[in-house]
Nanobody, 125 residues
Framework: QVQLVETGGGLVQAGGSLRLSCAASGRTFTDYGMGWFRQAPGKERDFVAAITWSGGRTAYADSVKGRFTISRDNAKNTVYLQMNSLKPEDTAVYYC??????????????????WGQGTQVTVSS
């Protein structure tokens, strides 16, 4: 089992920034690629960003490219999502997730085995 705990959400004005963190425990962190997803009320859970176990490859949803950056610190068992130039449409619950490293970069929720509880991000206009 992998336990994931997200922190860093909150209320921010449009144009502002937030950094989300996701701390992992329970298994070897480098055995997993990591992803961030988000879910707005009444909508499906959408892919935001993903990173391979080494951090060597990343992927982003078109809607966040150039504004969000995913990174990881394997010494701290933590993955981050730096969010800049936030927009009201970025408002959602943000989840981090873990997928076995052999799968590489994955963008579909069902390809991830472990999930955090989520953290709310609200962007006011």
């Amino acid at each position: 089992q992998v336990q994931l705990v997200e922190t860093g959400g909150g209320l921010v004005q449009a144009g502002g920034s937030l950094r989300l963190s996701c701390a992992a425990s329970g298994r070897t962190f480098t055995d997993y690629g990591m992803g961030w997803f988000r879910q707005a009320p009444g909508k499906e859970r959408d892919f935001v960003a993903a990173i391979t176990w080494s951090g060597g490859r990343t992927a982003y949803a078109d809607s966040v490219k150039g504004r969000f950056t995913i990174s990881r610190d394997n010494a701290k068992n933590t993955v981050y999502l730096q969010m800049n130039s936030l927009k009201p449409e970025d408002t959602a619950v943000y989840y981090c997730a873990a997928t076995p490293r052999i799968r590489g970069i994955r963008t579909l929720p069902h390809t991830y085995d472990y999930w955090g509880q989520g953290t709310q991000v609200t962007v006011s206009s």
